[in-house]
């Protein structure tokens, strides 16, 4: 087992995955095409790169995501194709989608903006997928962080052979373990192994052995139930807090995950907050920070309530709301 790893990942974690992934999103794969990756971000890398490879040219993105993958995308020559958000989630614009190779989505918990993709348009991307050889990403990053109803099963089920599913346990563990897993379709499992043994890079064999041996215990059930309930209170307390001292803030988004956007109200400019907070020792972002485009129409922050140690959670979120009352009252 301490020798050279098999690229796809130890056989022992991606049967354990298969199992879990199973039962707990309603993934369909087999130990065959999964594969272990360091993170989302090396995952991404490597679909990107066989995309690259196969003649894509294009990636159609959600309007608001991670700047971070926007770079990784274009760093293999692909263009990014913004699709508009609603409430609904993303739209299945046929001018953006016809032109793109693959679709990059986050539809249990649309980050950052946090609606679910609803069912029509699941049904939509997945025929434009199957019409058009078209490829589905599904970054399902906090798929198992539902709080007020169970968890929407992931899209890869409705069409396996069209979906690359992702996962990690950067919200449920810790991200510096660098642990994450695609679920690929079958006629490009050979190809995106291939890129990760290129790419050099392979997560510890020590850190999946105990991953598979957390999961076939039930540890790791129990750790995704425990911090379930852990994050839930906090995004009450957040909930909370605010409606009490910044009553013309509000939270939206599906009660999920480990962040929460605000919406700020009238004359509240999101810089000022984000500069306000910053100066009370707290760190949130502007959601334009994580626009594809410039918008004006909307002023929020973005909270990660996951972040602050247990005994500093408290003092954090009161000093967020000290900001944000600052900033209205001028």
Not at 43 to 69: D, K, P
């Amino acid at each position: 087992m301490l020798g050279y790893p098999d690229p796809r990942g130890l056989p022992e974690l991606r049967t354990a995955l298969t199992g879990y992934l199973a039962r707990a999103r309603g993934v369909i794969t087999s130990p065959e095409n999964l594969i272990i990756c360091a993170g989302f971000t090396h995952g991404l890398a490597m679909i990107c790169r066989v995309l690259a490879e196969r003649g894509a040219n294009a990636v159609a993105i959600e309007s608001h995501g991670h700047q971070t993958h926007r770079s990784l995308v274009a760093a293999q020559g692909l263009a990014l194709l913004p699709l508009p958000l609603d409430a609904s989630g993303a739209a299945a614009t046929h001018a953006v989608l016809d032109q793109a190779g693959a679709a990059l989505l986050t539809p249990a918990h649309q980050f950052p903006l946090g609606m679910t993709l609803a069912p029509r348009r699941r049904t939509a991307i997945v025929d434009w997928a199957a019409r058009s050889g078209g490829l589905i990403i599904e970054d399902d990053y906090d798929g198992e962080f539902r709080y007020d109803r169970q968890p929407v099963g992931a899209l890869q089920a409705l069409a396996p052979e069209q979906v690359v599913y992702a996962g990690t346990v950067s919200k449920s563990l810790a991200p510096g373990l660098r642990l994450g897993w695609l679920a690929v379709p079958a006629d490009l499992t050979d190809e995106v192994v291939a890129a990760k043994e290129r790419s050099g890079a392979h997560s510890s064999v020590l850190d999946q052995l105990t991953l598979a041996r957390l999961i076939g215990t039930g540890g790791y059930d129990r750790q995704i139930r425990q911090a379930r309930i852990s994050y839930r209170r906090r995004r009450d307390r957040l909930a909370a807090a605010l409606g009490r001292h910044a009553p013309g803030v509000r939270l939206t988004g599906i009660a999920a995950g480990l962040h929460a956007v605000a919406d700020l109200p009238p004359g509240c400019g999101e810089a000022a907050v984000v500069a306000s907070a910053a100066s009370h020792g707290v760190l949130v972002d502007g959601l334009g920070d994580y626009a594809a485009a410039e918008d004006d129409a909307r002023s929020a922050i973005v909270i990660g309530y996951g972040r602050p140690a247990e005994h500093a959670f408290s003092a954090a979120v009161s000093r967020l709301c000290a900001a944000l009352s600052e900033t209205q009252e001028h």
